[in-house]
């Protein structure tokens, strides 16, 4: 799953960004998707209210161990400049 992370956005704004593409990606309705009962989804609905930054990273390596299970692939990019896009 890929997700944005802007440095010139707030952690809000990156929180909820990461939070979207985790929700949109195939892993997420591979492992069930609004199965409540499911640690992603569990993890999911945590990272998609921390609170500040500590709280977010905790979730997100907790994140990290399942992906690693599950043989998925977490990448943050950089948004596109101008220059690199039509």
């Known amino acids: 799953m890929f997700a944005v992370r802007d440095p010139a956005e707030s952690f809000e704004v990156n929180r909820n960004a990461f939070a979207w593409a985790l929700k949109a990606s195939n892993w997420f309705r591979a492992k069930g998707g609004e199965d ?3 640690e992603l989804w ?18 997100l390596d907790a994140l990290y161990d399942l ?7 977490i990448r943050f990019e950089a ?8």
């Open 67 to 73: 992906a690693d299970e599950d043989r998925c692939w």
């Open 42 to 59: 569990q993890l999911w609905d945590e990272i998609k209210d921390a609170d500040d930054v500590d709280h977010f990273d905790a979730v």
């Open 36 to 38: 409540y009962t499911n």
């Open 79 to 86: 948004p596109a400049t101008p220059e690199e896009t039509p």
